[in-house]
Structures are given as structure tokens and as C-alpha cells.
């Protein structure tokens, strides 16, 4: 175990005592890496926020993942609630974690702005998660171990249940997690030989051309990715072509699944999902609006056995819980930074476990892959107990702006081991791509003025 | 009809050259003014938007209402957008309104912030009331008025059906607001000679002592009030102490309603508005997460027949149509600032009719009774054809700092004759309550520094 990390005995000892905030963007729209349905011209960005402490070299990082404009709301909303944890100690908060998660996003006067969605609650979100980093960091520990190293009750500490209950009560996910407990170290030592299942979504943009999808599978193929997923949703025509060629390329026996990106209404996503059946979708995802639980619900009973996924703008716990309790998602995509961080989505890797729903966490973005891994694997750890029916998505960008970025063998997720949650992007990469002030942005706004 | 504000021929001539947007808070928390279950010292605020116009003494007022921190957020969501109308016709926004709606509502980045939900929704809504505000005083009408003078064609010409179709198609819209065109001209006169039911809020709030309850349930009768609305969902046995005093000073023939602010989790709901039963409360206002629509349906089939009511914090259209779909709610209560101004209003409104659910819209704050009284008051005229249970909340707070305030008459809504939305404050109030340079503020700050 890497203990470069852990300077003191305890958590009490650790105080933070500042913290940085910066808009960070990178011009991806440039090449149509991103684009989907809904979003033709992304550029990838982040409010990335770093927290600072009396331990020499001790930080912790989080960040709030955009698509471009609007980065800059995402960092005054951090602004507005960061210095409440400055000058507090580590153990202040992970003594109760659920509590210090409830003071964020129940704020009394804040969350009239919510109720726990939207810009404030990714804020808050960034903000737990940098605890987290913190947390994992000082333990010596990546995050996946450090969840899966505590104990039920423990687990159960960092939830906030409220609005849960009718489906969820905490002796009721205290037994969950009980009941996993035999058996955790050895899938400990099965997931660092093997790795976690993955699927791709390098091939499937809107964006591309049909040749470079074409060839983009045969690479994919190459490097042993077994399920791939496509962009749909802007013309059923285009989607028929570009699913007829990905089909060709990748055979009978892998697998395709589609991405929808929220194109459609209830009854048109029906009719479509019906006529893209022919290509063997093994799921369809985001057919509609993610507050749409009872469209999603109507479209998974007539498109069955063609699965339903969802979760990646699924803005909080409430919505999984009702996604869930009345089968309206076949897989769970949860995301590491739409809800209220780590804490949030122990919730939803809960009710998943209680629903028996499996989760297949959204990647992509900036830094979503090195993020979701660890939830993906503790939830195997200490949940699940499975890794069957689970893929983490994965898409070829921008990991090299990250201290620790993922590694991937064979399509398969390898465990991240140098401790914390992999959020920390490099030194370099954080002064380039500043908006407006770094260098790539000044270039690009004094060319356009 | 007042044309002071009526300057041009067309919108065409009407250009928008700028805009002010300022962070207005008024501390309201000095004397628990609007305390309930989940608020409990709010600060009234508001990120207040003005567009300005090529012509003289036109200009469109809009604002987010917020309850304090976090206003900063809005402000600079407000900054984001607003630029978008600059430089832009009023008719080349009021020709394709549901169009410019989208492009708010629907910007390929900002949407990853929602989508059509918190900061960036309240802020699109803002903008949009504020173009409403200022194409109603171009018009010379208020804005009821100049709703309900639009035609049924122009009205659903107003409205985004996305996600709206599987319940309620445009021609089905139309056809709702074609069967209440007979009779329109007698109901705006009933309506100027009547004004609008109303109900008041002043008495109930938590942070009130026994004695103040007392005394203000008597003036509230006494200037002749007949439905009165207390907050409930801290302490079930404070609760029922308090009902206990207004059902005392009211009497049996005077409607009492409850408001629990989103306190209770589903199951927690049921009992405790089955223990407040007896007091006959004619609904329970927001007994669980606004977001829980399945959870509304239970609590609504347990509780009858007390009715469920809900709706400001309801994020957008998608929420209230399923609402609407399963019967979780028997009152719709729309708020002017939480969804995408009043062309979503419009879809909500459209939604409540189809469903044939009663709106009794959520007042009180900055602005809002002035706001909501439009929004029903149009309904009653195009939609619903009658005010039969229906009432806007009235809260008698802050009025004093609009320029055309709402006027109660023996506990109605006299209709408003200026032209315009009514969302315009005192410039003397900007002034004072701005935030944190306004005298106010800088008085507390430097006191508190």
C-alpha cells in the first residue's frame, strides 16, 4: 500500500485550510469528438476545484463536468459553498459523512435553487468528491479499496436516506451489505488480476464519417472490445446506415448498443427503438427525457427484451429510486458528477443492489472514466458480488491531462492503485487549458475578435 | 387601454440594446417572514434582469426569486444568457416564441446544466419574463390581457411539446383553447368587476409565536378571508397545536390548507397528514421531494379524500405532466420563476386543462403574487372558463417595493390594468436592497465585519 499519502495518525489531525477553483475547457468541438443527438458541438470542460490542507503535499480534487458554456456558472456555484469546509478537519466530516453531505444540498436558503439538482447540486457534488480525494489520499488507499475496506455500518453512515425510505431503509441496505461481506477479498484479488468488463464508445459519434466509423470498429474489434456503443436519435435514416455498417464490422456475436441522448419523445422512441431492432441493440439509452419516469417506463414494457438505460442526467436519488421501484431502466448509469458525489451514489448503487438492476456507469467527458471506475468496482466488492451484466463505458479522450489516468487491457478496466479518486489533472494541462486565460484559449479568442 | 408604452407600429421596431441584472435581497430573516419546515431563516431575494430598447421608456423586467444565498449563482447565470437577446428584434422573438424558447431552454452546452431544470431553467425563465414583460408593455396590455387576446393558433405557437406529445399534442391544445373562446369577452369583464379568489398565507408560518397566530388568523378573517394556509412538517405535535388554534379562530365553514414543504418521506407523510385529519384540512401542500412523482401518487391515494397539492418547485413541464397523468396531484400549483417563464407556464397550464386539475398558483416571495396573478387570470379567461377551486396564494410581503403592486379586495386578486407583467421594482428599492453594496447590506455587513 502506498503510504506517501498518510503523514498523520488520524484524520483530526488533517485541517483544510483553502481552496482553488478554476474553469478549465478544452476546445473538442474542434473535431466533433462528443457529439450526439442533443449535443452537436460540446467542448469538454470542468469546474475544478482543489482543496488544500495543513499536511505538507496532502490535497484533494474534484470537479463538475460541462460541455463548454456555462462552466463558468458551475464555478461560481463552487465559490458559493467551498469555504464552508475551510478550516475544518478531515474527521469533522467523515465522522458523519451523511450529515456533512445534508448540509450542502439541504441548505436551508440554497436549496430553494434545487431542490438537490442541477448547477448547485454538481457543485456540491465536486465539493464532496474532493473530500473524498482527500480522504482516500490521506488513507493511502485508491477510493474503490478505501469503500470497500469500511464496514456496513460504516457505509450505511454516508447515506443520506431521506426521500428513500418507502423503498430503501438503512437496516434494510445495512443487510445488503452484510450479506456481501463473505467472499470481498477474494474478488479484491480477482479484480486486480482481471480487471472490469468495458464497453467502447470511441466508433459511434454523430460526428464522424461513415468511413472512419468503419474503421474505428475494425480498431476496436482489434484491441478486443466486445460491446460497442452508437449515437442515435437525429434521423432514423442515418441511424439505420451507420448501425448497418457497425453491425458489418463487429459481427453477430459482440455487442451494440445505442445511445438515444434524450432525442425523443415517448411515443416516437417506441416506433424508432421497434425499427433499429433489426441491428440487435442489446440496450437503448436515454430514449427520452431523464425526468421522465413513467415515459421510460412505458418505452422499457414495449421494447422489451431490447433493455432501457439510464442515469447520466438522472439529476438525484429520487429519480433512480422511481426509475427503479416500477422497472422503467433495465441497467443503471450512474455518473460520478450529476449528483451529490460518492455519498449520492452509495445511494444508488444501493437501491440498484435492492432492485436487482445492474450498473454500467457513464463515462467519457473529462475525467469520468478515471472517476466511475472506483464506483464500478466497490460496488462489484461490496454489492454486487458480480461483475456479469456490468460494463463501464469508455471513451478515448483527454486522459492525458490526468495524474492517474485509467488503464485499459483488452477492454477491460484494470484497478487504479495509487490512493485517492484519480481526479487530479496536471499542473500543465490546468494552466493550457484555462478559460479564458490560458494559452489555448487566447489564441483562439484574439483569432475570432 | 393604457399605449404610453406603445411607441411603434410593429415589434419589428422595437429593438432590445442591452440589459442590467443585479443581486436584490431583502433580509427577510430579521423576523422569520416565510419560515417553514425546510426554510428556516429565508432572505427574500431575487437576481433581478432589465432588457433595455431602442425606444424611450420601454424597457422588460424579469428576476429570479430566490430565499437568499446562492442568488450570486443566478446572477451569473442571468450574465451567461442574457447577451442572446441583444441586438435582436422583439418580433423576431415574439413571431417564433416556442423557438426562442428552445434556444434558452435547449443550448446544446447550457442543457448539460439541466437539463430544463435549477439555475440555468429559473434563469431561462427569468429572460423569458422579461421579454414577456417588455412585449406587454409594448402591447399596452396586461399581460393577462394580452394572453388572453392571443389566438388560439398564436397561444400554441408559444409552446415547447417536446416530451409533451404522449400526453398532449399541439392540435389537441388547440382544440382545448378553440372550445373556450365563446364567452371569453363576458369572463374578462367578470373578471375586472370580481377580481380572482385568493387565499392567504400571512398567518401560518412556523416561526410565529401562538399569540401572533391568533391575532392574525382574526385580521385575516376579519378583512375577509374564507381559505387560510398554515405550514406544518417540523413537529407533528406543534402541528397539530397550531391547527388546533386557526381551525378554533376560522371556524368549520372557512377552508383550512397545510403546507409541509417537502418535510416527510413517503410513509412519514401518510400517517402524519392522517393524524392532521381532523382538523379537515382541505389539502396537504408538498408532503414529500417534489421530484417523487410515484410518491405523490401514493401519498394522494392514502390521503383522500384530502387533496395532494404541488407545484413550485416542480422543475419544468415533464414533472407536472406526469403528475397530472397518474392523478398524484389534485391542485397545480405554478410558479411564475422555477420553470422556463410563461411560455412553459403556458404548456402547465395547458397540461392542468387536459387533465382537468385545478391551478392555484404558489405566491408569496419577491414579486411573485404579481407575477402568478397574470398566469391565472388568463387561465380562468382562455383555459378553464371558470374560478371554481381555484385561488392564487396571497402573501402580504414586500409589495411595497413594485411599482404596480397586486390589490386584494375582500380576499381576491382585483385584476391589474398597467401594461406589462408587473415584475418592475421601485428603483429606490434596487437601490437599497442591492446586494452587498445597498445600504441595507452595508449597514449588516459592516456591523457583522
Redesign the interface.
Same mark, same amino acid.
Given at each position: 500500500m502506498n503510504s506517501a499519502y498518510h503523514p498523520a495518525n488520524s484524520p483530526d489531525d488533517v485541517r483544510i485550510t483553502g481552496h482553488t477553483i478554476r474553469d478549465i475547457r478544452f476546445p473538442t468541438s474542434d473535431e466533433l469528438h462528443g457529439s450526439d443527438a442533443?449535443?452537436?458541438?460540446?467542448?469538454y470542460s470542468c469546474a475544478y476545484i482543489t482543496l488544500l490542507t495543513d499536511q505538507p503535499g496532502l490535497k484533494g480534487h474534484g470537479l463538475v463536468f460541462?460541455?463548454?458554456?456555462?462552466n +463558468? %456558472?458551475?464555478c461560481? @456555484?463552487l465559490q458559493?459553498i467551498a469555504d464552508s469546509v475551510v478550516g475544518r478537519s478531515l474527521a469533522s466530516i467523515t465522522s458523519d459523512f451523511a450529515a456533512f453531505s445534508r448540509e450542502l444540498t439541504?441548505? @436551508?436558503?440554497?436549496?430553494?435553487?434545487?431542490?438537490?439538482?442541477?448547477?448547485?447540486?454538481?457543485a456540491a457534488g465536486a465539493l464532496i468528491n474532493a473530500v473524498w480525494d482527500l480522504y482516500a489520499r490521506w488513507s493511502g488507499k485508491p477510493l474503490w479499496l478505501l469503500l470497500a475496506e469500511l464496514s456496513p455500518e460504516e457505509l450505511v453512515r454516508c447515506v443520506d436516506f431521506?426521500?428513500?425510505?418507502?423503498a430503501l431503509k438503512p437496516d434494510e441496505a445495512l443487510e445488503l451489505l452484510r450479506q456481501m461481506a463473505p467472499g470481498k477479498a477474494q474478488r479484491i484479488e480477482r479484480l486486480k488480476a482481471e480487471g472490469f468488463p468495458a464497453y467502447t464508445t470511441s466508433a459511434g459519434w454523430l460526428g464522424y464519417s461513415d468511413q472512419r466509423i468503419r474503421q474505428l470498429c475494425r480498431e476496436a474489434v482489434a484491441e478486443g472490445w466486445t460491446h460497442l456503443k452508437m449515437k442515435v436519435g437525429v434521423s432514423l435514416e442515418d441511424d439505420c446506415r451507420r448501425a448497418a455498417i457497425i453491425r458489418e464490422e463487429i459481427g453477430s456475436q459482440r455487442f451494440l448498443m445505442m445511445d438515444a441522448n434524450?432525442a425523443w419523445? &415517448? +411515443? +416516437?422512441a417506441i416506433s424508432n427503438v421497434r425499427a433499429l431492432a433489426v441491428y440487435d441493440p442489446l440496450w437503448i439509452e436515454e430514449p427520452?427525457?431523464?425526468?421522465? &419516469?413513467?415515459?421510460h417506463a +412505458?418505452i422499457a414494457k414495449a421494447v422489451t427484451p431490447i433493455k432501457v438505460a439510464s442515469g447520466e442526467?438522472c439529476?438525484?436519488r %429520487? %429519480?433512480f429510486?422511481?426509475l427503479m421501484? %416500477?422497472g422503467a431502466i433495465d441497467v443503471c448509469q450512474i455518473d460520478s458528477c450529476r449528483v451529490a458525489g460518492v455519498n449520492e451514489n452509495l445511494a444508488i448503487l444501493l437501491l440498484a443492489r435492492k432492485f436487482d438492476i445492474p450498473v454500467c456507469p457513464h463515462a467519457g467527458g473529462v475525467g469520468l472514466c478515471e472517476q466511475v471506475q472506483h464506483l464500478a468496482m466497490f460496488d462489484y466488492i461490496a454489492l454486487s458480488g458480480t461483475t456479469e451484466g456490468r460494463l463501464i463505458e469508455y471513451v478515448d479522450h483527454l486522459h492525458e491531462h490526468f495524474v492517474d489516468p485509467v488503464t485499459i487491457e483488452k477492454g477491460r478496466y484494470m484497478a487504479p492503485d495509487r490512493p485517492g479518486y484519480s481526479i487530479e489533472m496536471k499542473a500543465d494541462s490546468l494552466a493550457t487549458f484555462e478559460y479564458p486565460a490560458g494559452p489555448v484559449w487566447q489564441g483562439r479568442l484574439s483569432r475570432t475578435a
Open positions: 442533443l449535443n452537436n458541438d460540446p467542448d460541462t460541455i463548454g458554456r456555462g +463558468e %456558472i458551475c461560481t @456555484a458559493s439541504g441548505d @436551508a436558503q440554497m436549496r430553494w435553487l434545487g431542490p438537490e439538482k442541477g448547477v448547485v447540486h454538481m431521506s426521500y428513500l425510505t418507502d434524450q419523445d &415517448v +411515443e +416516437e427520452t427525457s431523464p425526468d421522465d &419516469v413513467l415515459g +412505458e442526467h439529476q438525484n %429520487i %429519480i429510486k422511481q421501484s %416500477i
